[in-house]
């Protein structure tokens, strides 16, 4: 029989009404991994699988309050946070962050420093590159594309981290292989995945959501890469239609 209880991923994502990325996309890929999503919505969107037209942050307050109830009666093992929505929700979410490592210091935070939606469409309120500034110095590992590394000032020669673990995955570049390299002080490594034909939507919550699972379960840092990794390849590989354009990663029985 299966235990009973599973550890918990306390997630921070905004909500895409077509359910192929944010807050349904990280509760799938969590789930699938054997952990429990705590969902979090830090944004309203206006969406559907191609692109963003509207962002509407939520209270930040409500925010805070909700993490309070669940950090008093859940045991929280890591935390994956997407769009904050907005500079108020990001401090917000550090206040939370600090709050939860009173209680269980060294606990993983996965940040996916979404900055806009893959056809370039803006996913906060204000500025998204100040938003998630309150963030980077509390991530455990932040998993950007390239062109987020970029903006982000993260070399991907691995020089002066943000944080102590950098996973940039390769999906914009050229070549019949995507490579993602990971930066930590103790060096580099790559992994490398054939590249399939088509566009997805929400690959990479998919990816820092089953990564943040990994860690929850106490897999190391190399382990939850490698698992992550072959995880979201394979929800890419057997991705679904709804619409026309972006394809939805099988997350679920993949």
């Known amino acids: 029989m299966e235990s009973a209880t599973r550890p918990c991923v306390l997630v921070c994502a905004g909500l895409d009404p077509s359910g192929g990325a944010g807050i349904q996309a990280d509760i799938e890929a969590i789930s699938a991994q054997g952990a429990h999503a705590l969902p979090l919505v830090t944004a309203l969107t206006v969406q559907d699988n191609n692109a963003v037209r509207e962002v509407v942050p939520v209270d930040a307050g409500l925010l805070l309050r909700q993490a309070v109830v669940l950090a008093d009666t859940m045991s929280i093992h890591a935390v994956k946070i997407g769009i904050p929505g907005s500079r108020e929700n990001a401090e917000a979410i550090a206040g939370i962050i ?51 590394a970029a903006a982000l000032g993260i070399s991907t020669t691995g020089a002066d981290l943000p944080c102590p673990h950098v996973l940039v995955t390769g999906g914009h570049a050229d070549g019949v292989d995507v490579v993602n390299r990971w930066f930590s002080a103790a060096g580099a490594r790559e992994w490398r995945w054939p590249r399939l034909r088509g566009e997805f939507h929400g690959s990479g919550c998919t990816l820092a959501s089953s ?9 190391t840092m190399a382990q939850a890469l490698e698992l992550g990794q072959r995880y979201c390849d394979r929800t890419l590989a057997h991705s679904y239609a709804i619409a026309p354009g972006q394809r939805i990663p099988r997350r679920i029985h993949s």
């Open 98 to 148: 600090r709050m939860l490592r009173v209680r269980r210091p060294g606990l993983p935070v996965v940040l996916d420093p979404v900055l806009a939606s893959g056809r370039g469409d803006s996913l906060a309120r204000g500025d998204a590159l100040a938003a998630l500034a309150p963030l980077l110095a509390l991530a455990t590992l932040v998993v950007p594309n390239l062109p987020e």
């Open 211 to 219: 990564i943040a699972a990994r860690l929850a379960l106490g897999d």
